[in-house]
């Protein structure tokens, strides 16, 4: 799909020095870029390598802010030494997250040509679903002037396909994580002989006891001929007795799985319920699987 873009270049005299300027947004994703004396030939978002205009993004997804061909650098010994800070800040225009310099360990510079810069975000906490954010990337010349900037609305949403069912029990956030590849899954589609985790993150409603609560946990999955792919009664069985600390337990839980390569009938069917064994507090999690 082409790019709908507009671009607005200012050229001034500065005590005899020539100054460039540029303000340019993507019309399609929102996205702005600014720069001073830094020119960029292209700018954009992606999620797994793959150029998008979308910004709606799911609980734990990573997507990325790329600079492309970025110029106009000082250089020096043939090297270039960019300086970079992103900031996520919500509505209220509070920041809820910065990074420092994501090139300070170049101290010697770099000599990439063209030049690629990017900025990666992992849409975690503390940023949350349901709410709306924006990002801004800060690019600087540290033996220059130069300064290019991009910024992006977005807005972070759950999982559609887990279909939750609580009884006195409320949550943070509920996701699907792949392990081996450290990233959200975004949608139903998971990857055999790989670990995969559904993840509880600030489970509340449990009954304590001298600070300790008493989870169970069962994992149950079919597939859609009704063959019972796993079944687990209770991982946490071994926390019966002794209880898991709460600060623990209300800071993530998740129940793992790997799928070995077979024959099964789409879509899978697999359940997950946590549930206090002191009370009758309970969460169960639904979701239709396809393994690829």
Same mark, same amino acid.
């Given at each position: ?135 801004? =990337?800060?690019? !600087? *010349? %540290? $033996?220059?002037?130069?300064?290019? @900037?991009? +910024? ?119 359940? =997950?319920?946590? !549930? *206090? %064994? $002191?009370?009758?507090?309970?969460? @169960?999690? +639904? ?6």
């Amino acid at each position: 799909m082409k790019t709908l873009s507009v671009t607005i270049i200012v050229l001034a005299i500065l005590t005899g020095c020539n100054s460039s300027k540029s303000v340019e947004k993507n019309f399609l994703s929102g996205l702005q870029t600014k720069g001073d004396d830094l020119t960029c030939d292209d700018v954009y978002l992606s999620v797994n390598d793959e150029k998008t205009s979308k910004t709606t993004f799911i609980y734990g997804q990573k997507f990325r802010m790329n600079f492309t061909d970025i110029k106009g650098f000082k250089g020096e010994n043939g090297n270039v030494f960019p300086g970079m800070q992103i900031f996520i800040t919500d509505r209220s225009g509070d920041t809820v997250l910065r990074s420092d310099d994501l090139y300070q360990k170049y101290s010697d510079g770099l000599t990439l040509s063209p030049l690629l810069l990017h900025a990666d975000l992992t849409a975690a906490s503390p940023i949350s679903s349901g709410n709306e954010y924006t990002m801004i =990337v800060n690019i !600087w *010349d %540290k $033996k220059g002037k130069g300064t290019f @900037t991009g +910024e992006v609305d977005f807005k972070i949403v759950p999982n559609e396909y887990l279909k939750i069912d609580s009884k006195g029990v409320t949550f943070d956030e509920i996701y699907l994580f792949s392990q081996d590849r450290s990233a959200a899954i975004p949608d139903n589609k998971i990857k055999f002989n790989e670990n995969t985790s559904l993840i509880f993150e600030g489970l509340t409603g449990f009954k304590e006891e001298n600070d300790r609560v008493f989870p169970g946990m069962s994992l149950k999955a079919r597939d859609n001929d009704n063959n019972e792919i796993l079944n687990y009664d209770d991982l946490l069985i071994d926390y019966s007795d002794s209880g898991l600390s709460g600060s623990d337990f209300y800071s993530g839980v998740s129940s793992s799985f790997t799928l070995n390569t077979g024959e099964y009938k789409t879509p899978l069917h697999f359940t =997950v319920m946590v !549930w *206090d %064994k $002191k009370s009758d507090a309970k969460i @169960t999690v +639904e979701a239709e699987l396809i393994p690829e």
